[in-house]
């Protein structure tokens, strides 16, 4: 007998057998056991998620006479005609390739005529998303008045692609990816049916390489163990084929570039290059990297939210005791930034070791300006003393009400989003006045006052007085302050006797005035 791959030879038989898809399989189970069977379903959900195959063992289990609980027997003519593909009862179409609307108009024929075996006859369309829009439409035709013998399951990787009114007339399954430790699990299954002698990390590789399918699991080991031969399949094997990087290799990287080691960061750049690595996947590793360490650093039980093994964890919890949650920050920005730009590079490795180099530089700068020394601790005194003495003019606070939008960008959240409804107004020549919508953003602006201040300062290089009042207060100040200011009557001596005392001023001649 010729060979069988492993996703074919170990494709589930039965509800039970369907791994990470409790929620659609007990439901189905149910709808069978009761009776409560719908004439049309729709299943949802990434590649390899067992989209086809739920399908496969639903139409065993409505027409399979001898049913348990829910579940085909596998036994019976019906269950090993359709297990076989010989089966007219369950009829798998590739709307892939049969998208028209002549191939749906056949099937509207064929539904007339009840089966020849059960009680059923399941049509599985799948890669429905492809069909054309007269095709949909001409299916909709069978899906409003379907014959009591008939039922549509369609199956699809991309949902938002199937019309409203399609939808509306199925029930929808959406199949999640399949947890990595349900993956392995699977896997160490299979090794150990097939007599297949292989390490327990390189399965935990195998099945976070796989997004969450089970068949691209399935496939990469078999394609590993096809290379292995007889020997051990061991974690350093399945890295040399795939041409992924190792998560050791990830953090010597992050470990040199915080310990400024620019010669080690380069050495690992062109060992990675030469072994055959792709730049570009190398990056996009990285940043998923840097993001399982975020988060590790973030939250104390991280192993709920990081789909990995326990041992990949308690790495990575060792790698936060080194770097700092904020130069995370800063590399994770770095590598996002650079996937982005090196998509279209012709040079993606040398725009790498730029990066690499940048970031461990900026760490040699950043640590060689918290050295003291005199000279820095004189400047910084200097400093101090401008920022008392060098206050905001009248022209300086025109000049911050204007750049007030850029000061609201440069905060961050929350305070960013309270500030939106905010403005900056001309309130007089000393202070630098911000208007709020209601009270409750000027109460919230009062406790983070300070931060507010400094930011102004910040950007602006001036020290501000600031005043914080509501819109409505606002307009009253300005009401009332026109109305007082035309009762004011101007004073014609005072305004002379400046001018006098201005002119001879320039003469070096004092002039003071004498009271009669």
């Not at 590079?345 to 700068?365: F, G, N």
């Not at 002379?496 to 001023?505: Q, R, S």
Request: hydrophobic share 35%.
């Amino acid at each position: 007998m010729s060979y069988k791959a492993l996703y074919r030879k170990y494709r589930p038989q039965n509800f039970d057998e369907v791994i990470g898809q409790e929620h659609v399989t007990e439901t189905l189970k149910n709808q069978i056991k009761s009776g409560r069977v719908s004439h049309a379903y729709l299943f949802c959900g990434i590649r390899g998620t067992g989209k086809t195959s739920v399908a496969k063992i639903f139409a065993k289990a409505v027409n399979c006479p001898d049913s348990i609980e829910g579940n085909p027997c596998l036994k019976c003519e019906i269950c090993n005609e359709i297990s076989s593909g010989s089966s007219m009862n369950a009829i798998e179409i590739d709307a892939a390739s049969n998208n028209g609307v002549d191939n749906i108009r056949e099937i509207r024929e064929e539904v007339k005529y009840v089966p020849t075996k059960g009680k059923y006859k399941v049509y599985i369309i799948d890669e429905v998303h492809m069909l054309s829009t007269s095709a949909f439409n001409a299916l909709l035709k069978v899906l409003e008045e379907p014959p009591s013998h008939v039922i549509f399951i369609l199956a699809t990787t991309e949902a938002q692609k199937i019309p409203a009114t399609i939808l509306s007339r199925c029930q929808r399954f959406d199949l999640k990816r399949i947890p990595i430790k349900s993956i392995a699990g699977a896997l160490a299954n299979v090794t150990l049916k097939e007599e297949i002698k292989v390490e327990e990390k390189a399965l935990n590789y195998i099945a976070s390489l796989s997004d969450g399918s089970m068949r691209d699991a399935l496939s990469l080991l078999d394609q590993i163990v096809a290379f292995s031969g007889d020997e051990k399949v061991t974690h350093k094997m399945v890295l040399d084929i795939i041409g992924t990087v190792d998560n050791k290799m990830f953090a010597d990287i992050i470990k040199n570039i915080n310990e400024k080691n620019i010669s080690n960061c380069i050495e690992q750049i062109n060992e990675i290059y030469l072994n055959g690595k792709d730049m570009k996947q190398f990056v996009s590793q990285m940043v998923e990297f840097l993001r399982n360490l975020l988060i590790v650093s973030s939250i104390h039980d991280s192993e709920d939210i990081l789909d990995m093994s326990t041992e990949s964890v308690e790495e990575l919890k060792q790698l936060t005791q080194i770097v700092s949650y904020d130069k995370i920050l800063e590399y994770i920005n770095e590598f996002a930034a650079l996937e982005s730009k090196i998509k279209y590079d012709s040079q993606p490795k040398i725009t790498v070791e730029i990066t690499l180099i940048r970031l461990a530089s900026l760490e040699v700068r950043v640590r060689m300006s918290e050295v003291p020394n005199e000279k820095k601790v004189e400047q910084v005194k200097k400093q101090s003393v401008k920022k008392i003495i060098d206050k905001a003019l009248p022209e300086d606070i025109k000049q911050g009400i204007k750049m007030w939008k850029d000061i609201k960008e440069a905060c961050a959240n929350p305070l960013k989003s309270m500030l939106v409804d905010t403005e900056a107004k001309y309130y007089n020549n000393k202070s630098y006045c911000i208007v709020c919508s209601d009270n409750i953003i000027k109460s919230y602006m009062e406790k983070n006052i300070n931060v507010i201040k400094n930011k102004i300062e910040d950007i602006l290089k001036k020290e501000y007085n600031i005043k914080l009042m509501t819109k409505e207060e606002y307009e009253n100040e300005m009401r009332n302050s026109n109305e007082s200011s035309e009762n004011e009557e101007p004073n014609k001596d005072d305004e002379d006797m400046k001018n006098v005392e201005e002119f001879f001023n320039k003469f070096g001649v004092k002039v003071e005035r004498i009271e009669n």
